[in-house]
């Protein structure tokens, strides 16, 4: 009899145990995902918004709708209309003027923004902001692949020129940018409309 209840107790002992152990470890799960969590909502969050913010209709035939959607957050959120489109508002559209905001569409990323003169080369270059919508035929964005879009954001030089760094274009900043938050850039630009370059640059 006792050794039947030590053969039992012991039985219950290591139930428990192996119990014990699947508890934690489902609550370890739980806990990785509770703490994954807070990021993909936010991520969620931030692709709704860029769908909200959107200022042009987007092309999403068979296109990864999360990438192009956080695309647009980060491209609306982070100033690149500033100098990418000119003028940047519409009229009346200017919030800086207490006016209802409205980007400026019909000019939307195509460039155009006269920055001066580069004088670091010879003989000095103007400093005009690329037209940032996909070519016509080919869908790319500034006409450029997405390895030479990365490493126009990674590096500053210039896809014309690799002798020379851009100016004015916040690359050092951008250059700290996940891979999967550059891509998005990229999808989200591949989807806008195409438009040919600013036909009046200007400061």
Same mark, same amino acid.
């Given at each position: !009899?006792?050794?039947?209840?030590?053969?039992?107790?012991?039985?219950?002992?290591?139930?428990?145990?192996?119990?014990?152990?699947? *508890?934690?470890?489902?609550?370890?799960?739980?806990?990785?995902? #509770?703490?994954?969590?807070? /990021?993909? @909502?936010?991520?969620?969050?931030?692709? #709704?918004?860029?769908?909200?913010?959107? +200022?042009?209709?987007?092309? !999403?035939?068979?296109?990864?709708?999360?990438?192009?959607?956080?695309?647009?957050?980060?491209?609306?959120? =982070? /100033?690149?209309?500033?100098?990418?489109?000119?003028?940047?508002?519409?009229? +009346? /559209?200017? +919030?800086?003027?207490?006016?209802?905001?409205?980007?400026?569409?019909?000019? %939307?990323?195509?460039?155009?923004? =006269?920055?001066?003169?580069?004088?670091?080369?010879?003989?000095?270059?103007?400093?005009?902001?690329?037209?940032? =919508?996909?070519?016509?035929?080919?869908?790319?964005? @500034?006409?450029?692949?997405?390895?030479?879009?990365?490493?126009? !954001?990674? =590096?500053?030089?210039?896809?014309?020129?690799?002798?020379? *760094?851009?100016?004015?274009? +916040?690359?050092?900043? %951008?250059?700290?940018?996940?891979?999967?938050? *550059?891509?998005?850039? %990229?999808? %989200?630009?591949?989807?806008?409309?195409?438009?040919?370059?600013?036909?009046?640059? @200007?400061?």
């Amino acid at each position: !009899m006792e050794k039947h209840i030590v053969g039992s107790s012991r039985f219950w002992l290591a139930g428990l145990f192996a119990i014990s152990a699947m *508890l934690s470890a489902s609550t370890g799960q739980a806990e990785e995902k #509770l703490s994954a969590s807070p /990021g993909h @909502a936010e991520e969620n969050d931030q692709v #709704l918004q860029g769908f909200e913010i959107a +200022p042009v209709t987007l092309n !999403m035939a068979g296109k990864n709708r999360t990438l192009v959607g956080l695309g647009s957050y980060l491209v609306n959120t =982070t /100033g690149c209309n500033d100098c990418h489109t000119h003028p940047n508002w519409a009229s +009346p /559209g200017n +919030p800086f003027l207490g006016e209802k905001e409205q980007i400026n569409t019909t000019q %939307y990323l195509t460039g155009g923004r =006269t920055f001066g003169m580069d004088t670091t080369v010879f003989p000095p270059v103007p400093i005009i902001s690329a037209n940032l =919508t996909p070519e016509e035929k080919t869908g790319k964005p @500034a006409g450029l692949t997405l390895d030479q879009f990365l490493k126009v !954001m990674r =590096t500053g030089k210039d896809p014309d020129d690799h002798s020379r *760094l851009l100016k004015v274009m +916040p690359w050092p900043l %951008y250059q700290w940018k996940t891979d999967r938050d *550059l891509k998005a850039i %990229y999808e %989200y630009l591949r989807e806008i409309p195409s438009l040919p370059d600013n036909p009046n640059p @200007a400061s």
